[in-house]
């Protein structure tokens, strides 16, 4: 369908817009540079100074090409985008468009939101041609470009629909048809099937890698930001994996270099995700923060911990240890299980096997797999995860006897920690959750810092560390509880 209505939008010679990108320059050659980060840091004022986000950034955007910017939360992926849309300014470096500096919005990029962003009290048609408004294009002819647009991308029969109408893909194809209708030099999106359902998202993908792969695309170039491993290996032509510790610097650039379409079965495509993997997740390539694992060159029995972090004496000190240590969003229940299921292969087994024996991407259990982790009962060691001694005590315990095992470890998690320490402090008081959200706040965005909080919280509970009443917004120690630091 999308091929059928790229053909008629071409025959119909629907005009390219006058007024944007592709009437100002010639279209670009394959290969030439369209967009260029050099030195690209950005930073945000924090209540301690600036809060870095990104340090250092070199990348470089070429016409034909397909470029994910890949990452975990926190690594500064979709700030990176927004420096090169020209949406946030950089801190220092340049982002430069064909050559030319970035003063303001960059006019070569149009941008494809993970949350729609389309206007409740505008038609479909309407959405469409808000772009096309802003350039001051005759209402005639954005009508018809618009028109053109939603039948490309597959919605035509509901230009005069408001998107309340629609389902989640049916809004998101309005965002690509917005975005699409402006034939910008270069395409982003920003997560953009993330919030749609599994069948819905493949959909949308396999369409729009249909129309990429005819060379009648109107865009040059595509970045996409994404956290998916398996979604960045079948879409994109290079994948700049992105780290966050302790701000977002660019790890590595894989040339992912397969003919499309690309079979997930493939041998070539599984050994890319595993290389990717162990990319994202640096096991092999570097050493973690306290209360993290050795990489893959530690021993078959060597600990976990390749640092081990003193005590601290005082909330303040497990404050700085926070800042390096985000927590994980996994759920006791989600790390158990995972910790359950290695155990029952012999306390060791490869990740992409499980994951694909549980119909799950290999990034949908990172949390869990990080998780254990920063407890120290597992670690990563090529692409295996092996339960170390605790956690195969932990995974074979009952719920009573498993409850003291991970107190034990959470104890030893920065956040759990701080919290921890901060009650006994005064053991008859409480501590309202607003004093740690300030601490997180200096290092982390209220989005972060709301998970992380949630986490700990979690944990906390399950080990019967502290107590949290959600109406006061309050921790206290666990009456009940048998183990103290």
């Given at each position: 369908?999308?091929?059928?209505?790229?053909?008629?939008?071409?025959?119909?010679?629907?005009?390219?817009?006058?007024?944007?990108?592709?009437?100002?320059?010639p279209?670009?050659?394959?290969?030439?540079?369209?967009?260029?980060?050099?030195?690209?840091?950005?930073?945000?004022?924090?209540?301690d100074?600036?809060?870095?986000?990104?340090?250092?950034?070199?990348?470089k955007?070429?016409?034909g090409?397909?470029?994910?910017?890949l990452?975990?939360s926190?690594?500064?992926?979709?700030?990176?985008?927004?420096?090169?849309?020209?949406?946030?300014?950089?801190?220092?470096?340049?982002?430069?468009?064909?050559?030319?500096?970035?003063?303001?919005?960059?006019?070569?990029?149009?941008?494809?939101?993970?949350?729609?962003?389309?206007?409740?009290?505008?038609?479909?048609?309407?959405?469409?041609?808000?772009?096309?408004?802003a350039?001051?294009?005759?209402?005639?002819?954005?009508?018809?470009?618009?028109?053109?647009?939603?039948?490309?991308?597959?919605?035509?029969?509901?230009?005069?629909?408001?998107?309340?109408?629609?389902?989640?893909?049916?809004?998101?194809?309005?965002?690509?048809a917005?975005?699409?209708v402006?034939?910008?030099?270069?395409?982003?999106?920003?997560?953009?099937?993330?919030?749609?359902?599994?069948?819905?998202?493949?959909?949308?993908?396999?369409?729009?890698?249909?129309?990429?792969?005819?060379?009648?695309?109107?865009?040059?170039?595509?970045v996409?930001?994404?956290?998916n491993?398996?979604e960045?290996?079948?879409?994109?032509?290079?994948?700049?994996?992105?780290?966050?510790?302790?701000?977002?610097?660019?790890r590595?650039?894989?040339?992912?270099?397969?003919?499309?379409?690309?079979?997930?079965?493939?041998?070539?495509?599984?050994?890319?995700?595993?290389?990717?993997?162990?990319?994202?997740t640096?096991?092999?390539?570097?050493?973690?923060?306290?209360?993290?694992?050795?990489?893959a060159?530690?021993?078959?029995?060597?600990?976990?911990?390749?640092?081990?972090v003193?005590?601290?004496?005082?909330a303040?000190?497990?404050?700085r240890?926070?800042?390096?240590?985000?927590?994980?969003?996994?759920?006791?229940?989600?790390?158990?299980?995972?910790?359950?299921?290695?155990?029952?292969?012999?306390?060791?087994?490869?990740?992409?096997?499980?994951?694909?024996?549980?119909?799950?991407?290999?990034?949908?259990?990172?949390?869990?797999?990080?998780?254990?982790?920063?407890?120290?009962?597992?670690r990563?060691?090529?692409?295996d995860?092996?339960?170390?001694?605790?956690?195969?005590?932990?995974?074979?315990?009952?719920?009573?006897?498993?409850k003291?095992?991970?107190?034990?470890?959470?104890?030893e998690?920065?956040?759990v920690?701080?919290?921890?320490?901060s009650?006994?402090?005064?053991?008859?008081?409480?501590?309202?959750?607003?004093?740690?959200?300030?601490?997180?706040?200096?290092?982390?965005?209220?989005?972060?810092v709301?998970?992380?909080?949630?986490?700990?919280t979690?944990?906390g509970?399950?080990?019967?560390?502290?107590?949290?009443?959600?109406?006061?917004?309050?921790?206290?120690?666990?009456?009940?509880?048998?183990?103290?630091?």
């Amino acid at each position: 369908m999308a091929l059928k209505a790229l053909r008629k939008l071409r025959t119909l010679g629907a005009p390219a817009t006058p007024t944007g990108p592709a009437a100002a320059v010639p279209r670009a050659a394959d290969g030439d540079v369209l967009l260029e980060t050099v030195g690209l840091t950005k930073s945000y004022a924090g209540a301690d100074g600036e809060l870095p986000v990104l340090a250092g950034i070199d990348l470089k955007i070429r016409a034909g090409e397909i470029v994910a910017l890949l990452g975990k939360s926190g690594s500064g992926k979709s700030t990176l985008l927004r420096c090169m849309a020209g949406l946030i300014p950089a801190s220092s470096g340049t982002v430069s468009y064909r050559g030319e500096p970035l003063t303001g919005a960059n006019p070569g990029t149009a941008m494809v939101f993970q949350t729609f962003a389309l206007l409740p009290w505008l038609t479909v048609q309407q959405n469409v041609e808000l772009g096309l408004e802003a350039r001051g294009v005759p209402a005639e002819e954005r009508a018809r470009a618009a028109v053109q647009a939603i039948d490309l991308i597959g919605l035509d029969g509901f230009e005069s629909a408001y998107p309340k109408e629609l389902s989640g893909g049916m809004r998101q194809r309005v965002g690509f048809a917005r975005a699409l209708v402006v034939e910008p030099d270069v395409l982003m999106m920003d997560e953009p099937f993330s919030a749609l359902d599994v069948l819905t998202a493949e959909n949308l993908r396999g369409e729009l890698m249909e129309l990429w792969e005819s060379g009648q695309f109107p865009t040059r170039a595509v970045v996409l930001v994404t956290h998916n491993i398996e979604e960045a290996v079948l879409m994109a032509d290079r994948i700049v994996v992105l780290g966050s510790r302790p701000y977002g610097t660019i790890r590595e650039t894989v040339e992912v270099g397969l003919d499309r379409p690309r079979d997930r079965d493939a041998p070539a495509f599984q050994e890319l995700i595993d290389r990717v993997y162990r990319i994202m997740t640096g096991r092999a390539k570097e050493t973690r923060l306290s209360g993290a694992g050795a990489g893959a060159g530690a021993g078959a029995g060597a600990p976990l911990r390749a640092e081990t972090v003193e005590s601290a004496e005082s909330a303040d000190q497990d404050k700085r240890t926070v800042a390096g240590t985000p927590l994980p969003a996994a759920t006791v229940d989600g790390l158990s299980g995972l910790a359950e299921m290695v155990a029952h292969r012999g306390g060791r087994c490869d990740l992409a096997d499980l994951a694909d024996e549980l119909g799950l991407d290999v990034d949908d259990m990172l949390p869990q797999v990080d998780a254990l982790d920063l407890l120290g009962f597992a670690r990563v060691s090529g692409d295996d995860l092996v339960l170390t001694e605790a956690g195969t005590a932990f995974a074979e315990a009952d719920v009573q006897t498993s409850k003291p095992l991970f107190a034990h470890a959470a104890t030893e998690v920065p956040l759990v920690k701080l919290i921890t320490n901060s009650l006994l402090q005064r053991p008859e008081a409480a501590v309202r959750a607003g004093f740690f959200r300030d601490l997180l706040a200096h290092h982390f965005t209220s989005e972060q810092v709301e998970r992380q909080l949630e986490t700990a919280t979690d944990w906390g509970r399950y080990a019967e560390l502290y107590a949290y009443d959600a109406d006061r917004q309050e921790y206290r120690l666990d009456e009940g509880a048998s183990f103290r630091t």
